[in-house]
């Protein structure tokens, strides 16, 4: 299982998604984005998957990474400015 | 001890001490830093109300502007963004302001009164959290003022360069604006000094994200208790700098800017906790947002100079002598506005 972190636009876009995944039965929570990822104090969905799932994102997703190292080193696989 | 926690800590600690130190050279009791005090002076500096004790353009609020934007420049995290509902955005910012100056503070003064000894102010806490438990409640029921979009580097730019001119032409041609001769308006710490500190805290909290709607929406959301930790650095930072100035004296009566009545002092508070969850952070977070180029903020920054405005202009805010009955019906208000913005800005999960 690979670890990802999926940032968004909105609160609400974020909670949007973790419902789909919960549905989809991946591993999810929704947690504050963390700093080394984002300026922003937004809302990020953190989920495990054997791949990225980008088919279950909302249209609002902002970007989604997968989790390199514990402690901060991403590997960008969307942006949506 | 997390990275984190360090940067957010950190910044509690500077804000408090920072609080302590422009108190001792000038600024109002209690009130080293107060983002709606601020804003009202400075809104009443440039005559747009006319409560003579109140005006004077506060160095602090455009220091905190320049730091953050100085900072998140060079760390190219400066990015212009807006267009998430900012007219709904300004309201909300209206009625923040006029809960806040029913309390007499924005929930950063909150923190400087508790540190202060104030007990008034830990009344406005229960009520400040309060109003972030509704907010989260309205969050969880689909609440959403739709996402922001990238803007052009003028929008970004737009309030910072605002609040630069009007530094300079408030230094340079006083004549221009009101300043108080007496009241809180006419207590100020040096101009180069306030600019200073504001810069730095201003950076500061642009790294460190501080917001103090976000610790404790954020540990009833999500159990994550992160911010928590600057917030209560601010705390304890101005007990503990209080009381070696002799400062902290642990009463209701006879505060400084403050008024005893409990339950508008909740009330205006939890007003301010629940309208800036759905702003999506509190006026000092606002402060910084717009700093990094987000024009959304700034327009909610506007907001809260109209509402300073508006409150003084139709008796809306508290004095030492307590609230006004005007300031009672506009908090009620309030509310009924923040419950329709909430039903009309809701959507299906």
Known sequence: ?81 | MKKRNFWVILTGVVIGVAAIVLTALGNPGNMGFCIACFIRDTSGAMKLHTAAAVQYVRPEIIGMILGAMIVSMLTKEFKPRGGSSPMTRFVLAVVVMVGALMFLGCPLRMMLRIGGGDLNALVGLVGFIAGIFVGTLWLRGGFTLKRAYAQSMTEGLMLPIIVAVLMVLSALLPSLFAFSESGPGAAHAPLLIALGIGLVVGGLCQRARFCTVAGNRDAMMFKDFSMLWGFLAVIVTTIVGNLILGKFHLSFADQPVAHTDGLWNFLGMALVGWGSVLLGGCPLRQVILAGEGNSDAAITVTGFVFGAAICHNFGLASSGNGPTVNGMIAVVAGFVILVLIGLFNRERI
């Open chain 1, 1 to 81: 299982m690979t670890s990802y972190i999926a940032t968004f636009h909105t609160h609400f876009s974020a909670m949007r998604t973790h419902r789909t995944m919960a549905a989809e039965g991946v591993s999810a929570r929704l947690s504050p984005v963390p700093r080394s990822l984002s300026a922003s104090c937004g809302t990020c969905v953190m989920y495990e998957a054997s791949e990225a799932r980008l088919d279950l994102m909302d249209k609002d997703v902002e970007r989604v990474v997968e989790c390199l190292t514990p402690n901060g080193g991403y590997l960008e696989l969307l942006r949506n400015d």
